[in-house]
């Protein structure tokens, strides 16, 4: 009870984050797995990751413009201090997506060979982001990208809380067609939706929400929770509408218990959040297989 009360009492904004960031791509996740574009996520986590490093070399000064146009100081606000980093990040997630959502259904090369082509590019780029990046300090960077979920402050929980009513809404208003072009794409043309124009909205609203995400808590958590709690949720649900609420419930559930085993046997939070959401996972395939 002891560790308990010290993590809520120093971590608060960090416990309440990592639950909307487990929240956020867990929801994604199902999506995700469903279209069967796994592979997707772990591209959008490299090219977010990329996105950041490129806003160390401030090759265009938008925080500054922004901060001239609006008036404002950029050290005194935390938002506008760190929106460079988030807006490069999304940049290159929407650029991803619509460049995939475009070229993923050609005959030539494999979607999953597209996927791998920008995967690889991405790591490239972000090392010479990295070298030719004016900030002495390389592992200072390095620790930035990978970011850390006991590190979330009150400016970003409550930019991932926006994130995640932002993905939801989208989802909740465009349920129909989005449904169809992600569970069932080939009916959708004859329900008279424009499958392609719903792809390219899905993969912006995922690439948005992955890219944002990531930014806070880092590649290794943003798609660990987008494949873990959505597999559970497949494994032990029988209805879609389980399926989602079971994957939410793990993605929010297990971050803030591996919080706390991070804290008392002095791991770092993002991998011990992967190993515990993994050890579930584990134990449910295993009951899943031994129930027959």
Not at 157 to 164: A, D, N, R
Not at 214 to 236: C, E, K, N, Q, W
Request: hydrophobic share 55%.
């Amino acid at each position: 009870m002891e560790i308990l009360h010290q993590l809520v009492e120093l971590f608060p904004f960090a416990i309440a984050g990592s639950i909307l960031a487990g929240i956020i791509c867990s929801f994604l996740g199902v999506f995700i797995v469903s279209q069967r574009v796994v592979f997707l996520g772990a591209v959008l986590t490299q090219v977010a990751i990329a996105g950041v490093a490129f806003s160390f070399l401030h090759i265009i000064h938008i925080e500054t413009l922004i901060a001239s146009l609006l008036g404002i100081t950029i050290e005194k606000d935390e938002l506008m201090h760190n929106f460079e980093p988030i807006f490069y990040s999304l940049l290159f997630a929407i650029l991803t997506v619509i460049i995939f959502s475009q070229t993923h259904r050609q005959k030539h090369i494999t979607k999953d060979g597209i996927l791998g082509i920008i995967f690889v590019v991405a790591i490239a780029v972000r090392i010479m982001f990295i070298q030719k990046s004016p900030v002495a300090d390389v592992a200072e960077i390095e620790s930035i990208l990978k970011g850390d979920i006991l590190f979330i402050n009150q400016t970003e929980f409550y930019i991932l809380g926006v994130i995640l009513i932002f993905t939801v809404s989208i989802f909740t208003f465009f349920r129909k067609q989005l449904k169809f072009v992600t569970f069932d794409s080939e009916s959708a043309n004859a329900h008279g939706i424009n499958s392609r124009k719903w792809l390219l909205i899905f993969y912006i609203v995922v690439g948005t929400g992955i890219s944002l995400t990531t930014r806070f808590v880092g590649d290794v958590f943003a798609f660990a929770y987008l494949i873990i709690p959505s597999s559970i949720g497949i494994l032990t649900a029988k209805s879609v509408k389980n399926v989602f609420l079971i994957s939410i419930l793990v993605g929010g559930a297990v971050p803030p218990v591996a919080i706390y085993f991070a804290f008392k046997f002095d791991f770092s939070s993002g991998p011990a959040a992967v190993v515990t959401a993994f050890v579930l996972f584990l134990a449910v395939y295993v009951v899943k297989k031994l129930r027959g």
